[in-house]
């Protein structure tokens, strides 16, 4: 699961060499639409059909929320900021979103107890140090690809309380279905022109394959890992688990991309990793299940609660 989280920077970014990001994230997303709605087929067949297609009218503005900021705006954050920076600091700063989950709770007029200001404390000083480290690396050029990641970590954590209300009304394939009809429909207009200026014969077998590799194992295949790991270890491991993307993936940079990484990029990534542990276990009890109240780490990067919550029962 980590691995295949991990991985999609650097197969994204990879893939940048072939394809530009927009025609990346059109290929991407029509292959995604076709495979949804084909799950949902197939579940929402016979007598149970009425169960898995029928949505309720009031609902349509909320499935319209949950694609403009889990798609449209997370999405282009995600690819237009990989195209500027390297893998390492897009996973690390798209991981901040527990710490955004927490501020929009917040804003929304939840609590958030003591542990989960230090966490929140501790990462946003992480933040600092590490973007402080890139400017003095002479990296600058890649700050406005870090200031697009931390717009995506946003986004997602938006969709996070958004889809919400959804996850419990419908099954997972249909609100995921329907929140992608949401998103695509307009991510697949934006990146229209883009993909009819594509070389689509320049992207050969390897670029073919990334794409189709993006479009179902970091989502379905992953998605399946998780829910397993979930039923067999718990919410607390899992999750724990998942704090491994960052670090993985900054493995897989510094191999296939050289990325260089010194000590006070390493602090300012370690004091992150550390307020997001902070934050992301601040409402789970010490049998790893969580309390009743909102947990940001319902919301973490690509990955919706729902799958989560759907393990759990």
């Known amino acids: 699961m980590v691995l295949l989280w991990a991985s999609t920077f650097v197969v994204t970014k990879d893939a940048f060499d072939r394809i530009t990001p927009l025609a990346f994230t059109f290929a991407r997303f029509a292959i995604m639409l076709a495979l949804a709605f084909a799950v949902l087929a197939i579940r ?7 169960r ?10 909320l499935f319209g929320a949950a694609g403009l900021t889990g798609y449209v705006l997370y999405q282009l954050g995600f690819v237009l900021g990989l195209e500027r920076t390297s893998p390492f600091s897009s996973s690390l700063l798209i991981a901040m979103v527990p710490l955004f989950t ?13 542990r989960g200001w230090a966490g929140l404390a501790l990462a946003v000083i992480g933040v600092a140090v ?5 400017r003095g690396s002479g990296e600058e050029g890649s700050l406005s690809g870090d200031a697009l990641s931390l717009g995506a970590a946003v986004a997602f954590a938006s969709y996070g309380v958004v889809n919400r209300p959804l996850t419990k009304r419908y ?15 307009p991510l697949l207009a934006i990146s229209a022109p883009a993909a009819a200026a594509q070389d689509w014969g320049r992207l050969g077998v390897g670029g073919w394959v990334a794409v189709v590799y993006m479009a179902i194992l970091p989502v379905y295949v992953a998605y399946m890992l998780w829910n397993w790991g979930i ?4 919410v607390a491991a ?4 998942s704090l491994l993307v960052p670090v993985v993936s900054g493995a897989l940079s510094a191999l296939l991309f050289n990325e260089e990484f010194g000590p006070l990029k390493l602090v300012g990534a370690t004091l992150v990793l550390g307020g997001l542990v902070l934050i992301r276990f601040r409402a789970t009890g010490r049998t790893g299940t969580p309390a009743p109240s909102s947990d940001p780490g319902e919301a973490v990067a690509g990955r919706p609660e729902a799958a989560r919550r759907q393990a759990v029962k």
């Open 44 to 50: 929402g067949r016979g007598a149970a059909r009425a």
């Open 52 to 61: 898995y297609w029928r949505v309720r009218r009031a609902d349509l503005p």
């Open 102 to 114: 927490v501020l929009i709770l917040l804003l929304g007029g939840e609590r958030t107890p003591a």
């Open 130 to 134: 590490f973007l402080a480290d890139k």
């Open 171 to 185: 099954p997972p394939e249909t609100y995921t279905a329907y929140t992608l009809v949401g998103g695509a429909v």
């Open 231 to 234: 039923a067999r270890r718990g």
């Open 238 to 241: 899992a999750t724990s688990a």
